[in-house]
């Protein structure tokens, strides 16, 4: 099984950064995603790392460390719009998804 | 817009109704998925589908009964809820190949009186 953890909440100013930190502890890891929950919505795919280093999107950025079981969720230029739930998932050998209970992020003018 | 729907997007029942929610995903995609979140809890999977065939059932009690007749559609049969089953049930669905993102619909917000 997965055991994930996540900070529960964060607030940060606009225009400046944030980081998420995902540890987990995992019995078979096959990939790790990230999911922007804006409330009342629905997830929705930001990133996925299933081998060591730092992927970019744009703003956003995700980190793995596959030895260390971290990742790290990197939002830069916050902007108003990016107050949301993320979402840390890990996926085993057997495809199946185990979430952490996600990070509330509040972005402050 | 993901190209899964839910529908109703709400539901109020008693525990003593029948309902159903229907999921539809116009990706093209061979794999369905049935989600509850609770609230400050991580989402729970509760089902798969597989090119129509469920491959995975998560202990999840009776009175929740899931139906898959192509793969596009994806229903959840709701049977003498109690309380506690009040939360937001997402599908969602995935393509093959090696990724095999996720991809979720809108969630039925699900309250039982």
């Known amino acids: 099984g997965q055991n994930i953890d996540q900070p529960t909440e964060m607030t940060a100013t606009e225009g400046a950064i944030v980081q998420i930190n995902c540890t987990y502890q995992?019995?078979?890891?096959?990939?790790l995603f990230w999911y922007q929950q804006h409330a009342g919505e629905a997830p929705t795919f930001l990133s996925y790392?299933?081998?060591?280093g730092l992927e970019e999107k744009g703003r956003f950025s995700s980190f793995l460390s596959r030895s260390k079981g971290y990742s790290y969720l990197l939002l830069k230029e916050l902007q108003m719009k990016d107050s949301a739930s993320y979402l840390c998932?890990?996926?085993?050998?057997?495809?199946?998804?185990?979430f952490g209970a996600g990070t509330t992020v509040t972005v402050r003018a | 817009e993901t190209g899964v729907t839910q529908t109703p997007r709400h539901l109020v029942m008693g525990m003593t109704n029948k309902k159903s929610l229907k999921c539809e995903q116009h990706?093209?995609?061979?794999?369905m998925y049935w989600y509850k979140q609770s609230a400050k809890k991580p989402l729970e999977l509760m089902f798969v589908y597989s090119l129509e065939e469920r491959v995975e059932n998560n202990s999840v009690p009776s009175r929740f009964s899931p139906e898959c007749p192509n793969s596009s559609h994806l229903f959840l049969h709701l049977h003498t809820l109690q309380p506690e089953d009040s939360a937001l049930y997402l599908c969602?669905?995935?393509?093959?190949?090696?990724?095999?993102?996720?991809?979720f619909g809108p969630g039925t917000r699900l309250l039982v009186l």
């Open positions: 790392n299933v081998l060591d």
């Open positions: 969602a669905s995935s393509p093959g190949g090696e990724v095999k993102t996720q991809y």
């Open positions: 998932a890990v996926r085993d050998r057997d495809y199946k998804l185990s």
């Open positions: 990706l093209g995609h061979n794999a």
């Open positions: 995992t019995s078979g890891f096959n990939g």
